[in-house]
């Protein structure tokens, strides 16, 4: 009797987990993809909807009269793109030991070459993992940072493309 007691308790308790496990609904959280790069040991992002590609920095023509922000221009493919340099839209001194690489970005109907130091990681993170920038931020950076996030113990700033070039043009 009591071996049938312990086969009805053990045919009870795996019927109560398959109801649990049928009320547990996967739902597939939004996802964003980031280009992860890294600019005089800051680690910055940008969206994957704004890059287009990821080129070895090389090749910049000067251009006579532009800004500080844009050293010059380079050719893709026939196209002619300005070079955004972030380091000085950021106000970084400038301490690049190496050439770097171009994220090439598109942003308000424009693609733009910007420089940066490494790339770092290109992932796909949940969209409930993206925080509100901290408030004590130095006002120059905080205007262009869209959101914030944690990714291998360092905070991670994403930087809005267009808000970079809007800063550049004006």
Do not use: C, Y
């Amino acid at each position: 009797m009591t071996e049938e007691l312990l086969k009805s308790d053990s045919i009870l308790d795996e019927i109560k987990n398959w109801e649990l496990a049928e009320k547990i609904i996967e739902v597939d959280e939004k996802q964003v993809k980031l280009v992860i790069f890294s600019l005089d040991h800051h680690v910055f992002a940008f969206l994957g909807t704004e890059v287009r590609e990821i080129l070895p920095a090389d090749g910049i023509t000067w251009i006579p009269g532009a800004t500080e922000f844009i050293p010059g221009v380079i050719n893709i493919r026939g196209d002619i793109e300005a070079v955004i340099d972030l380091r000085q839209v950021l106000g970084f001194a400038d301490t690049r030991k190496k050439q770097g690489f171009f994220i090439m970005a598109q942003a308000n109907e424009q693609s733009n070459a910007i420089l940066v130091d490494s790339i770092i990681d290109v992932l796909d993170v949940p969209v409930s993992t993206l925080n509100q920038p901290m408030i004590n931020l130095d006002i120059k950076l905080s205007q262009l940072i869209m959101n914030q996030l944690e990714s291998n113990g360092k905070v991670v700033s994403i930087l809005s493309v267009s808000r970079i070039v809007d800063q550049v043009v004006v």
